[in-house]
């Protein structure tokens, strides 16, 4: 069964450095998402992507972060300049149609 | 704005009862309400998606059910067994995004 997939698991960085956490979607899906979980919160919509543009963001998804489909594969996340209160689960989801199937998650600790 | 509501925020009862957990969103203009588990941790496991067309959706010992006019979904699980325990997130599913609960954080005592 076709599944989403998301590197690395867990990714452990240094305040100010820069992190792309990428997610390869199911392959005939259209609608790519990223979502975090910050550890004992709930899980919060980053952005939605469709058509290799944004097609809505939250206001958690400021200048500092960006997504990209750079091959007809992968759909990666990236954060410039991490801060501590990044630090979280990300997940990457993606829909052919509404239901969305969910990755595994990206751990991302920063230091 | 959506907002997703659980209640309660975690529950313990003994192995073998049956038990019901409770959902409530705001907006009813939905596509979908999903059910997911969580184990600490760990990643979101997709147990059932009702449409927004549907009254209910059942797998195995779980059953969910979905009223869009009141707002309102519920979770029943049969027969719970300590496997069972686990957070379990309610999310509506919107035009662009899927909006979730908090959980229910659910103890099954053996």
Redesign the interface.
């Known amino acids: 069964e076709p599944e989403v997939t998301q590197t690395p698991s867990h990714q452990v960085t240094q305040m100010g450095q820069e992190v792309i956490l990428r997610c390869v979607p199911i392959s005939n899906h259209l609608y790519f998402?990223w979502?975090r979980q910050i550890l004992g919160?709930?899980?919060?919509?980053l952005v939605?992507f469709y058509n290799n543009e944004i097609?809505?963001k939250?206001e958690i998804f400021d200048d500092q972060f960006s997504v990209e489909r750079p091959d007809g594969s992968n759909f990666t996340l990236k954060i410039r300049s991490t801060k501590l209160e990044d630090s979280a689960?990300y997940?990457c989801?993606s829909s052919r149609v509404?239901?969305?199937?969910?990755?595994?998650?990206t751990?991302l600790t920063v230091l | 704005k959506q907002e997703v509501t659980q209640i309660p925020a975690a529950l313990s009862v003994p192995e073998g009862e049956n038990l019901v957990l409770n959902c409530s969103f705001t907006d009813s203009a939905i596509?979908?309400l999903?059910w997911f588990r969580q184990d600490p941790?760990?990643?979101?496991t997709?147990l059932l998606?009702i449409?927004s067309s549907q009254r209910e959706q059942t797998s195995g010992r779980l059953n969910a059910s979905l009223d869009k006019s009141s707002g309102r979904s519920t979770l029943y699980i049969a027969a719970s067994q300590p496997g069972d325990s686990a957070t379990y997130?309610c999310?509506s599913?919107g035009d662009?995004?899927?909006?979730?609960?908090?959980?229910t954080r659910l103890h099954i005592l053996p």
């Open positions: 998402y979502y919160q709930k899980v919060e919509f939605s097609s809505e939250s689960m997940f989801a509404n239901e969305q199937f969910f990755g595994p998650g751990r | 596509y979908n999903q941790g760990k990643g979101l997709s998606l449409q997130l999310a599913g662009d995004k899927i909006i979730f609960g908090k959980g």
